[in-house]
């Protein structure tokens, strides 16, 4: 990320932005966030991201997971209570979901969701913290996986492709997988970035876009733990299959 470069946001239209390779592609939508093109162009998702505007948006009262979460599936057309998100304790549980078992709840002691099923809308909440979505586009599957540091040191991400593996027969050459806007190395002294970069490349992913678009560096489009020391503030990650 070239400190700086990354233009507001202005207006509720899609801009463009000045950012590096992968994040130049993304768009901030209507409702304030983004798409990746490596995802977006796959016809069989639905994706996005948060800028720290749609949490603004909403009524205070309304900012706890359950509500975020849903407010979020309504944004990606999610079926009514369609939604699962994990509790995020920085651990490397993964959770296999679907529509039959674990809908509109959150899934303790999880930080990687995987599913093969449409129109359940995974969510995961970050801030600062990357959040990384894997597609397989052979098999249908999907992950989303909340990894910081101490689930980059558990190797979290690794532990979810080997679940994708194990019960969808996933090859993970096949995958593509979007790293978020998250913390970078000019603000933290863990390269994140550089650690799920090698990561997914040792589990053999075949394509990786890491946005390399830190959040405590762009005030205006993100919430950043470190920077605002301890915002309740979050960016959420919405995954879905849709066909
Ligand atoms: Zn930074």
Redesign the pocket.
Known sequence: ?R?GKLQRVRGMRAHAMSMTRGAMRARVSAMNWMEFEPLKKAGWLRHCFTTRRFMESCDPEKRGRRDMAQLLSKELCAPPQAVVWGEQVHGRGVAVVGHSRETYREIPAVDALICAETGVCLVAFGADCPLVYIADPAHRVIALIHSGRRGCEGRVVTAGINEMTRSFMTEPAECVAVISPS??P??YPVDLWASLDRELKDAGVGSVENQRS?T??HERLYYSYRRERGTHGRMLAGFMIVS
């Open positions: 990320m400190a913390i970078g000019c603000c830190c405590a560096c």
